[in-house]
């Protein structure tokens, strides 16, 4: 049996039957292909619940590796990004694939493909960063190091527990941003064939902690590597409440903020064991919002969306619903952020489960609204919808 404790943020005591950590191409190319079904792949772990034991084999993504190219900004910069990601991934395969450190490294710098076009800029403003990285690096690890590189964009999805590989398929976010919003391509091996597979942001259809990836007809692609577009031009994204009304003087600025937030409201996985946010913010109608005004004034968290919809805050709601700071056995929910649930100490996947369905059900008992969660629920065959369960 593989135990499973150090690979689940909740830190429960599971186990599969079997694990391998995959740390460069060539593991998923010596595996007997296809893969004997059941199996799963993870990555930190940070977004899963294991309700019990799996019988099958469990892949976990360590491949590592970061390689930057450089490029002149230019309108049609989209597909030049593409061949430089192309370019990147060809140059960067015997390197990054096979680097075995948890550390991540950087490449050298490659030289801007149009010399003389580049001399015409004279500020970072005018250049773009594609930069491929491993998927099992670890996200807080590339940003900060990304940083010391003077490459911004993704600082608000700072100390997100969980690998870049894992990131895409639940296209993870946190303060206005998500990780959706700076990929340009994502390279994934196919467990079945063999392949491997290109795909562009586009063709991923990014959502609300969603992407393609978490459809049954794509859970046999392993994410090798992730190539995102970033610049050294600083953009503050502010529309949570928290970051609103402050003045960032750059991204370390940023970063350092959200940080502070993320430690004011949430528990360290380091120490206490969860899964994050355990349910999604839902999406409601109009006439729900007006609902919830009359009952409690107009400060209710809710955000309007382009499709006339509205998206509510899931933990206010349960808040709202008597749900915060809650103890059930091993369990509960977390003091500061009600949209958590915590391993007290020696839980069991049972009493996860049972928290997770008793605050639902309050929800949906006193405002009609249905949570789904966001964590991703995996059974003793593999991956479970909520509602099978």
Avoid at 66 to 71: E, G, H, N, Q
Avoid at 91 to 108: G, L, N, R
């Amino acid at each position: 049996m593989f135990d499973l404790s150090s690979y689940n943020t909740f830190n429960l005591a599971v186990s599969a039957r079997e694990g391998l950590v995959v740390s460069e191409v060539a593991d998923l190319e010596n595996l007997p292909l296809p893969l004997e079904e059941p199996y799963i792949i993870l990555g930190g772990g940070s977004d899963v619940l294991f309700t019990e034991d799996f019988v099958g084999t469990v892949l976990i993504n360590r491949i590592m590796g970061v390689s930057i190219t450089k490029l002149p900004r230019r309108a049609d910069s989209a597909g030049a990004l593409a061949s430089a990601a192309a370019a990147a991934s060809a140059s960067s395969a015997s390197s990054s694939d096979t680097a075995a450190s948890a550390a991540v490294a950087f490449s050298a710098e490659a030289p801007v493909a149009d010399a003389s076009a580049a001399d015409s800029y004279d500020s970072d403003s005018a250049f773009e960063y594609v930069v491929r990285v491993g998927g099992g690096v670890v996200l807080d690890d590339l940003i900060a190091q990304l940083l010391k590189e003077d490459i911004c964009g993704l600082e608000n999805l700072s100390l997100i527990p969980g690998t870049v590989g894992a990131a895409p398929i639940q296209n993870i976010g946190a303060y206005g941003v998500e990780i959706g919003d700076f990929i340009e391509s994502i390279e994934a091996f196919d467990l079945r064939t063999g392949e491997t597979k290109v795909f562009t942001a586009a063709q991923c259809h990014f959502g609300y902690r969603y992407s393609i990836f978490k459809e049954p007809e794509y859970r046999s692609l392993f994410i090798t590597h992730v190539t995102l577009r970033l610049s050294k031009t600083f953009v503050p994204h502010q529309n949570y409440a928290g970051l609103q009304s402050m003045e960032f003087k750059d991204a370390f600025a940023m970063r350092e903020r959200v940080i502070a937030l993320r430690n004011e409201k949430l528990p360290n996985p380091k120490y206490v064991g969860n899964a994050g946010s355990f349910f999604k913010n839902p999406y409601v109608n109009a006439d729900v919002v007006a609902a919830l005004q009359a009952q409690f004034g107009t400060k209710v968290p809710c955000y309007p969306c382009e499709d006339g919809r509205f998206k509510l805050a899931a933990g206010w709601l349960i808040d709202k619903a008597n749900c915060r700071g809650l103890k059930h056995g091993q369990v509960g929910t977390w003091g500061k952020q009600a949209l958590v649930i915590v391993n007290l100490g020696n839980a069991k996947p049972h009493e996860v489960l049972a928290l997770a369905r008793y605050i639902s059900a309050e929800v949906k008992s006193k405002f009609g609204i249905d949570l789904v969660p966001e964590v991703r629920l995996y059974g003793k065959h593999g991956e479970i919808a909520w509602d099978q369960i």
